[in-house]
């Protein structure tokens, strides 16, 4: 038991450390945009078809529940309001980032955590390249710039996936379910929303990094940091959310 | 142009370097051997600045690296080639990309220029025409070669060896015997060689030194080496073990 609090402490404080090494070499020339987008490729591009699918299976589900309920009150018309207001505010910024994590953590923690444990880090430093400007810095900034982007595609593609269930499938009219649709939805929350992912983005990355980065053991080494690596991040994301909320909305 | 100074270093509580003295003269090969374990990497990986000592001075060109930050190291290292155990090529590029990588990074280039250079490399180590193959499409004594060309790429002034003939054929380890030869008498490189293989360290050698519970002790020519009177490097470079 001591010496597992002993680990959590070693480890906040090892990820706090860290993140401020990833930032000053981002603004560390020089500048490799080719980098950045590869990384924006990646997180962004690859991981869209995922989410789309994620997204429009939520907003059926959230309509097709919603509708249940408001029908026994006789106000179905406000499905397509509970539908945009929750993929906006909540489920779009976090789901979105539990597969961010899933994936990019993932793929991230191996990545780094197998170059870690052959040697390419220390073969990176012997090159004269610094390993967490080649290697974390380009992540960072391409995870913050592309949540937000998969979270708006998530927030339409839900609000879409919402419409099918409301209007194709129980009959709502059209306009009707637009209009509620849209009625309750602020700028602030959409933006707020995506300030939120920024925020998961940069977490997921310096876990993830963090974790490939301090790697040891071999094989079973990358294993585990890929595991821990995604499970701290969604953990992380869940907790981050409730208080981003309370900070921001 | 690297001296040595009582290096000390621990992993843990567990120590592997225990005062280390040693002068590399520009333009020498120099070899080092000793058990598996004795922490030979470690030292290689000491004059290149991937390993911060706990005790010592590490001086190169005169000014000691040890205390050296980042940035510093960096220029440092941009005149060292180093070859590692592992080969530890870059597995997302390809064999193009690993060789070229240093030129890629730190020079203005163009492409052509790079995939030039990076095709008499291949040659030299003899492996032309892999350009396009990834790392895990490469056997173990190939790998080792392309990193040796990735070591070599930049034409560096230092270059160190770990274990450059491990894993390869004994034509194929004759041949990079020469290389190393060569590079030294062409453009009189300082070479620091870690190995296991005997053979290959009278070949390269100007002097073997060898490296024995975490200290040097013996350093000399081939011949010296050869005729020595220490027990336990005796036995080491004849191959006897003690329990028979
Ligand atoms: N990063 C590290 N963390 C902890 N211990 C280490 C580390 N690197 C090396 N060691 C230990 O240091 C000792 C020397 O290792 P080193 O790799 O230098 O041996 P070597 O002489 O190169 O052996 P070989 O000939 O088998 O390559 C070993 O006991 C090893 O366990
Ligand atoms: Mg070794």
Known sequence: ?249 | MITITDLFKNFGEYPVLKGVNITINKGEVLVIIGQSGCGKSVLLKHIIGILKPDKGKIEVQGKDIAKFNESQLNEVRKKFGMLFQGAALFDSLTVRENVGFFLDEHTKLDKQTISKIVAEKLKLVGLPGVENLMPFALSGGMRKRVGLARAIAMDPEIILYDEPTTGIDPIMATAINELIRELQAKLSLTSIVVTHDMVSAYYVADRIAMLDDGKIIEIGTPEEIRKTTNPIVKQFITGKSTNN
């Open chain 1, 1 to 249: 038991m001591k010496k597992r609090i002993y680990y959590f402490f070693q480890e906040i404080g090892g990820m706090s450390l860290f993140l401020p090494q990833i930032i000053l070499q981002i603004f560390k020339p020089p500048f490799k945009p080719k980098y950045l987008t590869n990384q924006l490729v990646q997180i962004g591009v690859n991981t869209l078809p995922i989410v789309s699918i994620m997204a429009l299976f939520v907003g059926m589900v959230l309509a097709y529940l919603a509708y249940l309920q408001f029908k026994i009150v006789a106000l179905e018309v406000y499905t397509g309001s509970l539908v945009s207001a929750c993929m906006v505010m909540e489920l779009g910024p976090v789901l979105t980032a539990i597969i961010v994590a899933g994936r990019i953590g993932a793929s991230t923690a191996a990545e780094i955590g197998s170059m870690k444990v052959t040697e390419q880090i220390d073969a990176l430093s012997t090159l004269a390249v610094n390993p967490i400007k080649y290697l974390a810095a380009p992540r960072f900034l391409a995870a913050i710039i592309m949540l937000p982007v998969l979270t708006i595609f998530a927030d339409v593609i839900g609000i879409f996936g919402g419409y099918i269930v409301g209007v194709w499938q129980f009959g709502i009219r059209h306009r009707i379910y637009m209009n509620k649709s849209v009625d309750f939805l602020a700028a602030d929350d959409i933006i707020c929303g995506l300030i939120k992912t920024m925020f998961f983005g940069a977490m997921i990355i310096l876990v993830s990094c963090y974790k490939g980065f301090t790697t040891s053991g071999g094989a079973e080494g990358v294993g585990k940091a890929t595991t821990s690596a995604v499970v701290v991040s969604i953990v992380l994301i869940l907790v981050m959310d409730y208080f981003l909320t309370i900070v921001l909305f």
